[in-house]
């Protein structure tokens, strides 16, 4: 497994952005819009969840609405994500913050789909469990955040 | 004083030498700068969108505007305390920085965009305020932002 990720760090396309700073402040940006789309989605969804905002308009219609955002945002973030990675990667693997967000990522991912599938399909759950739910989505996600500030700002 | 002599002042102060010293101070700031961003912007895209006409026709603009909007503000006012404080620790790198000068103009710009916004277009939102496609300036607001 080391083999390949070292591999992928030599690449051209890799050496590439790791000793362009203009490309790694691009795609940094890049990253950042994506993750705006993606968590200010989730953010909306997970507030109605918890009963905060607009709670005269039904939970499906409101967790639907950012579909197409949290969609683009999560490719988008992906995508310039594993660009952002490939100069890094060997290092990125053995580093905690950056183990922990990538857990994160994927219980996030997992659960928001798995929540926001239910209720999409009408089965939402009793106001409790709606409102655990919103809280937890929450949190993950901007663990999410978190973690990754942490990954590179503490490297 | 020039705006230069200023920044190189802002730089010496305790708080300054502290955001540029601190082992915690800088990535902290990033860190909750960052997740103000998600919380400010990623509401205003939201109201965007209704504004544009292109989600959540079913609720009168103005209803989603009182309800997602104080997150917005308070994700605005988070990011402008950190960047802030972040700017005291780098406030004459930031003077020359021509990436930072073009950011700190789209700032002003989007201020004025919505302050013209609020100011000029939404006057007239009784009219428009149920439909599910808002008028074209309120659709031009949106765009611009």
């Given at each position: 497994?080391?083999?390949?990720?070292?591999?992928?760090?030599?690449?051209?396309?890799?050496?590439?952005?790791?000793?362009?700073?203009?490309?790694?402040?691009?795609?940094?940006?890049?990253?950042?819009?994506?993750?705006?789309?993606?968590?200010?989605?989730?953010?909306?969804?997970?507030?109605?969840?918890?009963?905060?905002?607009?709670?005269?308009?039904?939970?499906?219609?409101?967790?639907?609405?950012?579909?197409?955002?949290?969609?683009?945002?999560?490719?988008?973030?992906?995508?310039?994500?594993?660009?952002?990675?490939?100069?890094?990667?060997?290092?990125?693997?053995?580093?905690?913050?950056?183990?922990l967000?990538?857990?994160?990522?994927?219980?996030?991912?997992?659960?928001?789909?798995?929540?926001?599938r239910?209720?999409?399909?009408?089965?939402?759950g009793?106001?409790?469990?709606?409102?655990?739910?919103?809280?937890?989505?929450?949190?993950?996600?901007?663990?999410?955040?978190?973690?990754?500030?942490?990954?590179?700002?503490?490297? | 004083?020039?705006l230069?002599?200023?920044?190189?002042w802002?730089?010496?102060?305790?708080?300054?030498?502290?955001?540029?010293?601190?082992?915690?101070?800088?990535?902290?700031?990033?860190?909750?700068?960052?997740?103000?961003?998600?919380?400010?912007?990623?509401?205003?895209v939201?109201?965007?969108?209704?504004?544009?006409?292109?989600s959540?026709?079913?609720?009168?603009?103005?209803?989603?505007?009182?309800?997602?909007?104080?997150?917005?503000?308070?994700?605005?006012?988070?990011?402008?305390?950190?960047?802030?404080?972040?700017?005291?620790?780098?406030?004459?790198?930031?003077?020359?920085?021509?990436?930072?000068?073009?950011?700190?103009?789209?700032?002003?710009?989007?201020?004025?965009?919505?302050?013209?916004?609020?100011?000029?277009?939404?006057?007239?939102?009784?009219?428009?305020?149920?439909?599910?496609?808002?008028?074209?300036?309120?659709?031009?607001?949106?765009?611009?932002?």
């Amino acid at each position: 497994m080391l083999t390949f990720l070292a591999r992928v760090q030599a690449s051209g396309l890799a050496t590439t952005i790791g000793q362009s700073q203009m490309l790694t402040s691009v795609l940094s940006s890049v990253h950042l819009i994506g993750l705006t789309l993606l968590v200010g989605g989730m953010l909306v969804s997970s507030l109605r969840l918890m009963g905060v905002v607009l709670k005269s308009r039904p939970a499906s219609e409101v967790t639907s609405a950012p579909r197409r955002a949290v969609v683009v945002g999560l490719c988008v973030s992906v995508a310039s994500g594993l660009l952002l990675l490939a100069p890094r990667v060997t290092n990125a693997v053995q580093n905690g913050f950056f183990q922990l967000k990538m857990i994160l990522l994927v219980v996030a991912g997992l659960f928001s789909f798995t929540v926001l599938r239910q209720i999409a399909q009408g089965r939402e759950g009793s106001p409790f469990q709606m409102r655990v739910e919103g809280v937890l989505g929450l949190l993950l996600w901007f663990g999410v955040v978190l973690s990754g500030a942490a990954f590179i700002l503490l490297e | 004083m020039s705006l230069l002599n200023f920044c190189t002042w802002v730089e010496g102060t305790p708080i300054g030498l502290f955001v540029r010293e601190s082992l915690w101070g800088f990535p902290t700031l990033v860190a909750i700068h960052i997740m103000g961003l998600a919380v400010s912007a990623g509401m205003v895209v939201w109201f965007d969108l209704r504004l544009l006409g292109w989600s959540m026709r079913g609720s009168p603009v103005s209803v989603v505007y009182r309800q997602l909007m104080p997150w917005a503000f308070g994700g605005f006012f988070v990011m402008f305390v950190t960047g802030s404080l972040l700017l005291t620790g780098a406030a004459v790198a930031a003077y020359g920085n021509l990436y930072f000068r073009v950011k700190a103009s789209a700032l002003v710009l989007a201020g004025v965009n919505a302050l013209v916004y609020h100011t000029v277009t939404e006057r007239g939102i009784r009219d428009w305020n149920e439909a599910a496609r808002p008028p074209l300036p309120a659709r031009l607001a949106a765009g611009r932002y």
